[in-house]
T-cell receptor, first 110, second 115 residues
């Protein structure tokens, strides 16, 4: 069974620090990977996508992909209290759907 | 990205009843999916809503319990039938837009509580 694994947290970081979120996946043929942010009571919101090995930066967010290790990560620099949310790692399947990890709850303390 | 509207946003239902959730997209999309998010859990795919044909269900989900319609490229419904308290969840409609590279966008969700 195809799986996406994340540490559930909670991950607590002080304001201004770097938050590091990790994800591993089981399906070696997967080519597209996504990070979603979900605030409590809200639906998931896409924040990053990555398709190639290496780093991809967008503002304070950096996604990292290592297909050989089947590993995806998300770094949030200069963390803000407004970044406090659950972060979901998602892996694209050939049928078009995404498989989601259980999410990591991030808490940024002022 | 497409604007995805779901109705109802929340409802409280009695055991044994059925409820239909509507998903309306403001543009034509090829792929539409229905997910469930149980309390404190991540998203689980219920089915792919196929336009003009029967939905494709994931393991553990059946058409009798979760009938799905998709009459056109902008609209779909999910019915939760003969509800029990275990069906209390958030149900999310999601779409993949034409030309996208796999990302999905979500509606606001429908929070169902079954008493």
């Amino acid at each position: 069974q195809k799986e996406v694994e994340q540490n559930s947290g909670p991950l607590s970081v002080p304001e201004g620090a770097i938050a590091s979120l990790n994800c591993t996946y089981s399906d070696r043929v997967s080519q597209s990977f996504f990070w979603y942010r979900q605030y409590s009571g809200k639906s998931p919101e896409l924040i990053m996508s990555i398709y190639s090995n290496g780093d991809k930066e967008d503002g304070r967010f950096t996604a990292q992909l290592n297909k050989a290790s089947q590993y995806v990560s998300l770094l949030i620099r200069d963390s803000q209290p407004s970044d406090s949310a659950t972060y979901l790692c998602a892996v694209h399947q050939s049928q078009g759907n995404l498989i989601f990890g259980k999410g990591t709850k991030l808490s940024v303390k002022p | 990205s497409a604007v995805i509207s779901q109705k109802p946003s929340r409802d409280i239902c009695q055991r044994g009843t059925s409820l239909t959730i509507q998903c309306q997209v403001d543009s034509q999309v090829t792929m539409m999916f229905w997910y469930r998010q149980q309390p404190g859990q991540s998203l689980t795919l219920i089915a792919t809503a196929n336009q003009g044909s029967e939905a494709t269900y994931e393991s553990g989900f059946v058409i009798d319990k979760f009938p799905i319609s998709r009459p056109n490229l902008t609209f779909s419904t999910l019915t939760v039938s003969n509800m029990s308290p275990e069906d209390s969840s958030i149900y999310l409609c999601s779409v993949e837009e034409p030309g996208s590279t796999g990302e999905l966008f979500f509606g606001e969700g429908s929070r169902l509580t079954v008493l």
